[in-house]
T-cell receptor, first 113, second 117 residues
Framework: GENVEQHPSTLSVQEGDSAVIKCTYSDSASNYFPWYKQELGKRPQLIIDIRSNVGEKKDQRIAVTLNKTAKHFSLHITETQPEDSAVYFCAASWDTGRRALTFGSGTRLQVQP | GAVVSQHPSWVICKSGTSVKIECRSLDFQATTMFWYRQFPKQSLMLMATSNEGSKATYEQGVEKDKFLINHASLTLSTLTVTSAHPEDSSFYIC?????????????FGSGTRLTVV
């Protein structure tokens, strides 16, 4: 089955700096790569996703890049704000909808004001 | 858009009792529901996949007789934790393909915090 590795496990940045979280996946059949933000006791909230036919996607301060050859994808958050502080999970899936997501281990991001 | 309603949001039960968690798709038909468990400071781990009208598929290491899943209709899937023990205390969350359509992403329930005392 799919295995998703995520690092770093914790990341502390100053407000306004950029944050980068990286994930690797094992199953070359995976074609859907979402990123989720999760606050304590809440459901994961989709912040951005990318499909394997695209190498990069951006939404305001958030961007995701995908390298299919190397089987890794990254989340980039620019101009970080204290409200970006949360746990972020990457995930991977194929045959979206019929297959469950496999999640990375999570990154606790802390943005220092 | 696609909404999955999950209840209860939290429950405290005594050791040895059973607890049922419900997930309802409110505005779409969920032929498939994924059930995850999340221990504190850990990731979401898939427990089982339920499909409407058929038996659930359990991940390795998940006891199917302990975690009973029923998906009797296109809008309701339930997870019953039987003979709960303190080690079953966790955050349980369901997820369905958004809008019941493939290639459309996933919708999550709000989660259930189970505490077994």
């Amino acid at each position: 089955g799919e295995n998703v590795e995520q690092h770093p496990s914790t990341l502390s940045v100053q407000e306004g700096d950029s944050a980068v979280i990286k994930c690797t996946y094992s199953d070359s059949a995976s074609n859907y790569f979402p990123w989720y933000k999760q606050e304590l006791g809440k459901r994961p909230q989709l912040i951005i996703d990318i499909r394997s036919n695209v190498g990069e996607k951006k939404d305001q301060r958030i961007a995701v890049t995908l390298n299919k050859t190397a089987k890794h994808f990254s989340l980039h958050i620019t101009e970080t704000q204290p409200e970006d502080s949360a746990v972020y999970f990457c995930a991977a899936s194929w045959d979206t909808g019929r297959r469950a997501l496999t999640f990375g281990s999570g990154t606790r991001l802390q943005v220092q004001p | 858009g696609a909404v999955v309603s999950q209840h209860p949001s939290w429950v405290i039960c005594k050791s040895g009792t059973s607890v049922k968690i419900e997930c309802r798709s409110l505005d779409f038909q969920a032929t498939t529901m994924f059930w995850y468990r999340q221990f504190p400071k850990q990731s979401l781990m898939l427990m089982a996949t339920s499909n409407e009208g058929s038996k659930a598929t359990y991940e390795q290491g998940v006891e199917k007789d302990k975690f009973l899943i029923n998906h009797a209709s296109l809008t309701l899937s339930t997870l019953t934790v039987t003979s709960a023990h303190p080690e079953d205390s966790s955050f349980y969350i369901c997820s369905a393909p958004s809008q019941g359509r493939v290639n459309y992403g996933y919708t999550f329930g709000s989660g259930t915090r189970l505490t077994v005392v």
